[in-house]
């Protein structure tokens, strides 16, 4: 079994006065949800070469995101995190919205859900160390249980009776630690390589945020 976490990014752009398509979800109407969302972010500032992760999603990459790509999400979640006194980067605590996709024999098995972002990777790592007790990374969650060095995922029996996006095929999956761990420590090494791209933009646009790559990965409370 060849398992992998995929670190990606959430762009969404439903601000931009573009027709929503007719029908949904997306992954039944790719065509007309890539279109879409491809409009959606060209219109608020991306390029055209934005590609998703998957068909129609809203889930990037990090790796295959553009410096310019990657300016205007810097610009935009800088925008998404103000707080009422309106503070300009000093309310800049949060990691990019996100999340990892858990790949395994080359399908994509499980996305990032509501309220995940790219500081969960300190869950997964938990997990595949077996210190996780409650696996918490947004809703829903699958249950996960460890049983003779693997870790299972249930995602039906799960405390909130939420539905997947997009659903999950497996109502089940056993994956070794050991495997798991692997998986972290690529996604670790794509997130350094990250974060030193987001360390070159800082400098080259002159941002001058302190700790820019720490606060959009890690989170303000987390590094």
């Known amino acids: 079994m060849k398992v992998e976490l995929i670190p990606v990014i959430e762009i969404t752009s439903y601000d931009q006065e573009v027709q929503m398509p007719e029908h949904g979800p997306y992954w039944k109407f790719p065509n007309d949800w890539e279109n879409y969302h491809r409009l959606s972010n060209i219109k608020a500032g991306y390029s055209n070469g934005l590609k998703p992760y998957a068909k129609a999603s809203s889930f990037y990459r990090v790796s295959e995101i553009s410096d310019v790509d ?60 077996g210190q996780c007790i409650y696996f918490s990374i947004g809703h829903p969650v699958p249950h996960v249980t460890e049983k003779n060095g693997a870790i299972c995922f249930d995602f039906v029996n799960t405390q909130l009776r939420e539905s997947f996006v997009p659903p999950v095929i497996q109502p089940t999956i056993e994956i070794e630690k050991a495997k798991l761990m692997l998986a972290v420590q690529k996604a670790k090494n794509e997130l350094q390589i990250f974060a030193d791209r987001l360390k070159a933009i800082n400098q080259r646009e002159n941002l001058n ?3 820019l790559d720490k606060i959009l990965i890690w989170g303000v409370d987390n590094y």
Do not use: H
Not at 94 to 118: A, R, T, W
């Open 70 to 129: 990657i300016m205007k999400a810097i610009e935009r979640e800088i925008e998404r995190q103000q707080t009422e006194e309106k503070n300009g980067v000093e309310d800049l605590v949060c990691s990019f919205n996100g999340g990892y996709v858990l790949k395994i024999d080359n399908e994509d098995i499980y996305f990032p859900q509501c309220c995940c972002g790219l500081d969960d990777i300190r869950e997964w790592e938990d997990l595949a160390n």
């Open 209 to 211: 945020i302190p700790d």
